[in-house]
């Protein structure tokens, strides 16, 4: 449970992806892949919007 901890430590606004060693050792794929992969899922992106709010004055309707 020491990730768990580690990640609510950090905070919300940090990424953190737990992996397990037999991920980096695979046979499969390469060490550099393994942590390539891990890098990727923890990259975390939020992307936030501010609406732009314009106020006019009606001067003449037809």
């Given at each position: ?26 046979l499969?794929?390469?060490k550099?892949?393994?942590?390539t992969?891990?890098?990727r ?11 732009e ?8 309707i037809?």
């Open positions: 449970m020491r990730h768990t901890s580690m990640a609510q430590t950090l905070g919300p606004d940090v990424p953190f992806a737990m992996i397990a060693a037999s991920e980096v050792y695979s499969s794929i390469s550099t892949e393994g942590l992969l891990a890098f899922r923890s990259i975390g992106i939020r992307i936030t919007e501010e609406p709010r314009v106020e006019r004055e009606v001067v003449e037809n």
